[in-house]
């Protein structure tokens, strides 16, 4: 040893301002080391070996100069911290002035946090950009005041979300709309607000539609009063169905119905015009058929001067009787009594039937001709069937009713001229 090295040690103040090589007699700098089997298969080791240490090694150095270099080989010893704080793993660490700093550090998203120094551009070339998180969402987010994700097309701009085969996206064309659509194995798409809040619809930055978070929908309001509160126009096109229940349709009515209120809290419903309130619901008429002779002191039915209505189920209808009677004489005594009207048999309303005196004339004249009575009656009915009727009481002298002037010298051959007659008017309530 000592004979090479004494020529070294001598030598050495010669190249103390010289470029030192090591397997290379033409050094490019102040100390290159050149590898001594470059290429090839030899298994012989080329490098340069750094002083290996342990933490507590590098953590006790004093006065160490600036850009010394050593590789932490244990970090099971000494701690992180003072001149060791950065020295969290076994790897290269130089001096920095102040504490060991780790050589090189990789500093990329995959590892680190870092500040993009300036617009980057990434092509794909066809292939696809995956961000992939087994058990989290991948987030984009901002400390501005506006996070924006663009998607950018020369025709189309879209995002696209898969959860197995269900597809929902979004997009805009080119001088087209803007379209947000799902498909796949989506069963619905469903625009909802989490908390206690709106749902609103806006067209040139204004609110048009609000759904409001009991569910009130309030087209040109934001604060609907009923489940559809219109402020404004509404036009209706096809058929408007109302009442039905949750999953069943309500009715369109049929045609030449009016739609009537039912009440605060429930459904109107479609009526034929004669069954809406204040409207007529019918007009029915009857007259006498055959002659009938009622003997003073008793009362009888005028023959065909009987009717039977019905009111409908759920209603109350109120109906206005007109009745015209006549009752003329069968002997010498004047005709006097009572036209009455019966309902199911019981007396509702009457009216007094006389004579008028004897004609001016002589001989053959007309006399002691009846007088008729003409009497109105109004009754409310609720729902059920009715039976109505015209009866005659004589009180003085027998009468005739249903009589049939044959035997007046003027008879024309009108038999209806002294029928008793009933009209009945039907007004819904």
């Known amino acids: 040893m000592k004979k090479y090295l004494l020529p070294g040690v001598f030598l050495f103040p010669f190249f103390s301002y010289a470029q030192v090589g090591i397997n290379t007699p033409t050094p490019a700098s102040t100390f290159d080391i050149t590898a001594k089997n470059a290429t090839g298969t030899t298994t012989d080791v080329d490098g340069l070996l ?138 619905s798409m469903n625009i909802n607000a ?45 058929e408007l169905n109302v009442g039905g229940t949750t999953n069943t349709a309500g009715s369109a009515g049929t045609t030449g119905q009016i739609l009537t209120s039912s009440g ?36 009888a039915d005028v023959p065909g001067a009987t009717i039977t209505l019905t009111v409908p189920a759920g209603m109350t209808q109120t109906f206005l009787f007109t009745v015209l009677g006549f009752a003329t004489m069968v002997d010498s005594n004047s005709s006097q009594g009572v036209f009455s009207l019966l309902q199911n048999n019981v007396k509702i309303s009457s009216a007094f039937a006389s004579k008028a005196g004897n004609f001016p004339g002589g001989t053959g004249a007309l006399a002691s001709m009846p007088v008729p009575v003409t009497f109105l009656k109004s009754v409310a009915l609720t729902a059920g069937t009715y039976t109505f009727k015209v009866q005659y009481t004589a009180w003085f002298g027998s009468a005739t009713v249903n009589f049939v002037p044959s035997t007046y010298s003027g008879y024309d051959g009108d038999t209806e001229a002294m029928l008793t007659k009933m009209q009945v008017l039907v007004y819904n309530n």
Not at 160 to 173: E, P, T, Y
Not at 209 to 224: A, F, N, R, Y
């Open 194 to 238: 989490i908390s206690a809040n709106p749902v609103n619809i806006h067209t040139n930055n204004t609110n048009r539609m609000t759904v409001t978070s009991d569910g009130d929908v309030g087209i040109g309001t934001q604060t609907p009063q009923k489940k559809l509160h219109v402020n404004g126009t509404l036009q209706v096109t096809n």
């Open 264 to 299: 605060a809290g429930a459904a109107p419903t479609w009526k034929t015009l004669n069954t809406s309130s204040g409207t007529i619901a019918g007009a029915h008429y009857v007259q006498g058929t055959t002659a009938a002779t009622i003997a003073q002191g008793s009362t």
């Open 50 to 187: 750094v002083p290996r240490v342990d933490r507590q090694r590098a953590q006790s150095m004093t006065g160490t100069p600036v850009s010394t270099l050593i590789y932490v080989n244990s970090i099971a010893t000494g701690t992180q911290a003072g001149t060791a704080a950065n020295i969290d793993a076994i790897g290269y660490y130089y001096y920095d002035g102040t504490a060991w700093a780790k050589l090189n550090t990789p500093v990329n998203i995959y590892t680190s946090n870092g500040t993009l120094a300036g617009s980057r551009t990434v092509t794909t070339a066809g292939n696809s950009l995956s961000f992939i998180n087994g058990a989290n969402n991948v987030g984009i987010g901002t400390s501005g005041t506006q996070g924006i994700v663009s998607a950018t097309g020369s025709s189309r701009g879209a995002f696209q979300a898969n959860g197995g085969s269900a597809v929902l996206n979004m997009f805009v064309d080119n001088n087209g709309a803007a379209q947000i659509t799902a498909s796949g194995t989506s069963t």
